[in-house]
């Protein structure tokens, strides 16, 4: 079954920090995704990947940056941090196509 | 984007089987319809999809409208395990082959022993 594991899994922040969130994957996944939840929202899809070296934006890509280094690792990078940001995080990962998505735990950051 | 409308929530009592209703009128021929189900706490998880037919699997079964503007997930025999998010989802896909997911709220399914 496909792994997605995510660090850290809670995190708070000031406003104007620079936070990084990380995904790793194991199962050699070609595309990576990042969402946010947030109550009135459902997911959103903030930044996607191909695979390493490619980013792409999202629904909501603003005062987000992502990296993919490599095929199992997929960063989302906020520079400065707004507390607007403040929310869950979900890394997503999937063989591309008709595929499904597999979810990580999720990462709750709160931007004081 | 082709969206998708559920009802806010659903109850049930162990043992029954759900009917969780979803309605896509505006959906592409190429778009797959997917339903994955939330627990507080957790990420999404994938429950089934299917593009025409009806599909079945140990999860639940599909049942799709003949003219693809609705579908309804079956959920055999609940147990208090099944109470989660479901959430009925549109595959649209992006330049390269990649899958863009569109969530909505989703369904809130409450099941009472």
């Known amino acids: 079954e496909a792994a997605v594991t995510q660090s850290p899994r809670n995190k708070v922040a000031v406003t104007g920090g620079k936070v990084t969130l990380s995904c790793n994957q194991t199962?050699?996944?070609?595309?990576m995704y990042w969402y946010r939840q947030d109550t009135g929202h459902g997911l959103r899809l903030i930044h996607y990947?191909?695979?390493?070296?490619?980013?792409e934006k999202g629904d909501i890509p603003d005062g987000y940056k992502a990296s993919r280094p490599s095929q199992e690792n997929f960063s989302l990078i906020l520079e400065l941090a707004t507390p607007s940001q403040t929310s869950v995080y979900f890394c997503a990962s999937g063989p591309g196509g008709q595929d499904t998505q597999y979810f990580g735990p999720g990462t709750r950051l709160l931007v004081l | 984007d082709a969206k998708t409308t559920q009802p806010d929530s659903m109850e049930s009592t162990e043992g029954e089987t759900v009917h969780l209703p979803c309605s896509h009128a505006?959906?592409?021929?190429?778009?797959?319809i997917y339903w994955y189900r939330q627990v507080p706490l957790q990420g999404p998880e994938y429950v089934t999809h299917g593009l025409q037919q009806n599909t079945t699997n140990s999860m639940a079964f599909l049942a799709i409208a003949s003219d693809r503007k609705s579908s309804t997930l079956i959920l055999p025999h609940v147990s208090l395990r099944d109470a989660a998010v479901y959430h009925c989802?549109?595959?649209?896909?992006?330049?390269?082959?990649?899958?863009?997911?569109?969530f909505g709220e989703g369904t809130k399914l409450t099941v009472s022993s």
């Open positions: 505006t959906i592409s021929g190429n778009e797959y």
């Open positions: 199962n050699n996944h070609n595309n």
């Open positions: 990947s191909y695979g390493a070296g490619s980013t």
């Open positions: 989802i549109l595959r649209v896909a992006n330049q390269g082959g990649s899958a863009k997911l569109i």
